[in-house]
């Protein structure tokens, strides 16, 4: 089974950044991460879980609209880390941002029931 630990959350005012990290590990999910495709999704207080974006194992991403021109999603195969990059923050988006990771390719990759292995979450508040 897969663990992932993510990091980097905090307190930022608006129009500042934050770097998000998410490393993998496990006996099988770390050895294949290379192939993973790894995705995070965000959870604010009383809404559900959204998709913000997520990279293959090509490292091509994908982003929710929200965040297009502000996230990027990278990744380290060596390190078995996957980042996001959070730029231009706003006060709405605030919430509890989880990596989640499956092996292989989904076409709905933006469904959180496609990802079997999630991270504890960090939370990021956006605030003057």
């Known amino acids: 089974q897969a663990q992932l630990v993510e990091s980097g959350g905090g ?31 965000r959870q604010a207080p009383g809404k559900e ?9 090509t490292g091509g991403t994908d982003y929710a609209d929200f965040v297009k021109g502000r996230f990027t999603i990278s990744r380290d195969n060596a390190k078995n880390t996957v980042y996001l990059q959070m730029n231009s923050l706003k006060p709405e988006d605030t919430a509890v941002y989880y ?15 496609e990802y079997a292995d999630w991270g504890q979450g960090t939370q990021v508040t956006v605030s003057s």
């Open 11 to 41: 307190l930022v005012q608006p129009g500042g950044s934050l770097r998000l990290s998410c490393a993998a590990s496990g006996r099988t999910f770390g050895r294949t991460f290379g192939t993973n495709t790894m995705a995070w999704f």
């Open 99 to 113: 990596c989640a990771g499956r092996r292989g390719y989904t076409p709905n990759y933006y469904s959180s029931s």
């Open 49 to 57: 879980r959204e998709f913000v974006g997520c990279i293959g194992w």
